[in-house]
């Protein structure tokens, strides 16, 4: 089955930038969009990147997504980090194997 | 108001069976694919299982494939999850979603989620 990897945690200052990671297992990962939702505590997760590089409206250009095919992975960068940053990312895509939507495990985000 | 409001969690004992709701407002219900995706507490998200706009293609998780049963009524707006043999892993908060047409498309709108705790 295919699976997301993502780094379990990332911190870095505020202003800075920082980029979370996303590896596909197989296959690869250009085959189908891949989505990353931001999740504050107590809260449900909102879309912050979708089809790879698009943000929804409100959401603000220091987020951006890209794919790099040659390390099977997807990317969401963040810039001029703020610390109403911190929360949970998560990547997501579609297995068209089987119909199945994959989650990666999440990364948490400390902007310090 | 776009709204997504989930109903039906609860206190469970192993083996017994549960139906979640989830009633869809102020958008196009099937103009939307949906699902179903569950978090377990202090754990990351989970997709329990999806269903076309037309119910034409319907996804599970092989987690909860044969205990689990998602449906939709176009309707009344509201989609549907019966789950049966309840386990305790099973315990979490689960969140309806709406996504594009297609089981593929990236989630738009979420609820707040349902709790589902199983336990003798």
């Known amino acids: 089955n295919f699976m997301l990897t993502q780094p379990h945690s990332v911190s870095e200052s505020p202003g800075k930038t920082v980029t979370i990671s996303c590896t596909g297992s197989s296959g690869s990962i250009a085959s189908n969009y891949v989505q990353w939702y931001q999740q504050r505590p107590g809260s449900a997760p909102t879309t912050v990147i979708y089809e790879d590089n698009q943000r929804p409206s409100g959401v603000p250009d220091r987020f951006s997504g890209s794919i790099d095919s040659s390390s099977n992975s997807a990317s969401l960068t963040i810039s001029g980090l703020k610390t109403e940053d911190e929360a949970d990312y998560y990547c997501q895509s579609y297995d068209s194997s089987n119909p199945h939507v994959v989650f990666g495990g999440g990364t948490k985000l400390t902007v310090l | 108001e776009v709204q997504l409001v989930e109903s039906g969690g609860g206190l469970v004992q192993p083996g017994r069976s549960l139906r979640l709701s989830c009633a869809a407002s102020?958008?196009?219900?099937?103009?939307?694919?949906m699902h179903w995706v569950r978090q377990a507490p202090g754990k990351g998200l989970e997709w329990v299982s999806g269903?076309?706009?037309?119910?034409?293609?319907?996804g599970y998780a092989d987690s909860v494939k044969g205990r689990f049963t998602i449906s939709r009524d176009n309707a009344k707006n509201s989609l549907y999850l019966q789950m049966n043999s309840l386990r305790a892993e099973d315990t979490a908060l689960y969140y309806c979603?709406?996504?594009?047409?297609?089981?593929?498309?990236?989630?738009?709108?979420w609820g707040q989620g349902t709790m589902v705790t199983v336990s003798s």
């Open positions: 979603a709406a996504g594009g047409y297609s089981l593929s498309d990236a989630f738009d709108i």
């Open positions: 269903i076309s706009w037309n119910s034409g293609s319907i």
């Open positions: 102020g958008f196009t219900f099937d103009d939307y694919a």
